[in-house]
């Protein structure tokens, strides 16, 4: 099983859609990934990133609302584990 956690653009390089790579802020870690799937993609999107390419973008609430079930869940095993 896969869990996609939306991270945000904070950088993007390269001219080409062939050659596009951004920099994703997921707030506890920041990670590279090719825009070769999401040519439409901007700084500020939230994206979900499979292998290394980010293959869709998500709306804002939708992303906040992801993020806030992956914290709560966190939260949860901390708990669970204490």
């Known amino acids: 099983m ?4 939306p991270g ?3 950088d993007i390089r390269g001219e080409t859609p062939s050659d596009r790579t951004a920099d994703i802020d997921y707030g506890i870690a920041q990670r590279s990934a090719s825009l070769v799937y ?4 901007r700084v500020g ?3 979900i990133v499979h292998a ?3 293959t869709r973008i998500v709306p ?3 992303a906040r609302e ?3 079930y992956a914290r709560a869940a966190d939260e949860a095993l901390a708990k669970a584990s204490a």
Do not use: K
């Open 52 to 54: 290394g390419f980010a």
């Open 45 to 47: 999107d939230y994206v």
């Open 38 to 41: 999401t040519p439409e993609a």
């Open 2 to 5: 896969c869990l996609a956690i």
């Open 66 to 68: 992801a993020l806030e």
């Open 60 to 62: 804002e609430a939708e």
């Open 8 to 10: 945000r653009i904070v």
